[in-house]
């Protein structure tokens, strides 16, 4: 029988480990309780962490299967076809959840991804 005395020693969590936990309990059907308790930590210590991840403090993992959403075009008012192409081609409109992201050619895609991820957790 061992008995230990006095403050236990603190785990330390990678942060690619929480951004899986995490991950996991947005999973469709998770319970956020039965999440915790699997991987040894109290529901509101995942709660922090699933906080944390929606200010963009905490990235999570990238998802197996690649993400597509339609692509909608609005009609342009009348211009010259080398205006349209011009604009079209220095900036793309993402919408999710209602919240609108545009980005200007040669946006760091590693950027863009993790405002994505922060958007898409935020709504």
């Known amino acids: ?3 230990q005395v006095g403050a236990g020693r603190r ?7 929480k951004g899986r936990i995490v991950a996991e309990s947005y999973a469709p059907g ?3 309780s039965e999440v915790a308790h699997r991987h040894g930590i109290s529901p ?3 709660f922090g962490w699933r906080k944390a991840a929606r200010a963009g403090l905490l990235s999570l993992p990238a998802e197996e ?7 909608v075009t609005e ?4 211009g010259t076809a080398a205006e349209a ?3 079209s081609s220095t900036t793309i409109t993402i919408e ?8 200007a050619a040669g946006v760091d895609p590693v950027w863009l991804r993790e405002v994505l991820r922060a958007v898409r957790a935020a709504t």
């Open 44 to 46: 509101q210590h995942l």
């Open 65 to 71: 299967a690649p993400l597509f959403v339609p692509v």
């Open 85 to 87: 192409a011009t604009r």
């Open 96 to 103: 999710i959840g209602g919240a609108v992201v545009r980005a």
């Open 11 to 17: 785990r330390r969590w990678s942060d690619e480990v």
């Open 75 to 78: 009609p342009r008012p009348a």
């Open 1 to 3: 029988m061992e008995i």
């Open 30 to 32: 998770a319970v956020v």
